[in-house]
C-alpha cells in the first residue's frame, strides 16, 4: 500500500514563492517506477489537475494556468516529489494534493480518476 504525505502549505501573499513536497511511503516503494502528480481543489470546485512527471525523471506536464510559474521535480532517491511554486495568484489559493497511479498513461494524466493513491492534501491559501 502506496501511502503520500503532502508538506509546505500555508499562507503567502501575492506574488509569492511557496514549495510543497510529498513523500511516499513506505521506504521500500519503487517511486521510481510511479509516475506522480499534483491536484488542487479549490472551495466550490472540482479538483483539477496542476502537474504531473513521468516515472525514472521523465517528462513534465503542467495544467495551463500554471505553466511557466510552477515547476514539478521528483528526488528518487528520497522517495519525494516537489512542487515549486512561483509568482502565486489568489486564484491558486487550494487544497494541494499529490497523487500516483501504476497505469498512468499521458493520455490519463490529467483524470484525477486515472490515479490510485491520495495524500491528505495541505491548504495553500494566497491573499494580501
Known amino acids: 500500500q502506496v501511502q503520500l504525505s503532502e508538506s509546505g502549505g500555508g499562507l503567502v501573499q501575492p506574488g509569492d514563492s511557496m514549495k510543497l513536497s510529498c513523500s511516499c511511503a513506505?521506504?521500500?516503494?519503487?517511486?521510481?517506477?510511479?509516475?506522480v502528480g499534483w491536484f488542487r481543489q479549490a472551495p466550490g470546485k472540482e479538483r483539477e489537475f496542476v502537474a504531473a512527471i513521468f516515472r525514472n525523471y521523465g517528462r513534465a506536464y503542467y495544467a495551463e494556468s500554471v505553466q511557466g510559474r510552477f515547476a514539478i521535480s521528483r528526488d528518487n532517491s528520497k522517495n519525494t516529489l516537489h512542487l515549486q511554486m512561483n509568482s502565486l495568484r489568489p486564484e491558486d489559493t487550494a487544497v494541494y494534493f499529490c497523487?500516483?497511479?501504476?497505469?498512468?498513461?499521458?493520455?490519463?494524466?490529467?483524470?484525477?480518476?486515472?490515479?490510485?493513491?491520495w495524500g491528505q492534501g495541505t491548504q495553500v491559501t494566497v491573499s494580501s
Open positions: 513506505p521506504s521500500e516503494t519503487a517511486f521510481s517506477r510511479f509516475t
Open positions: 497523487a500516483t497511479g501504476s497505469r498512468l498513461i499521458l493520455s490519463s494524466l490529467r483524470n484525477d480518476a486515472a490515479y490510485d493513491y
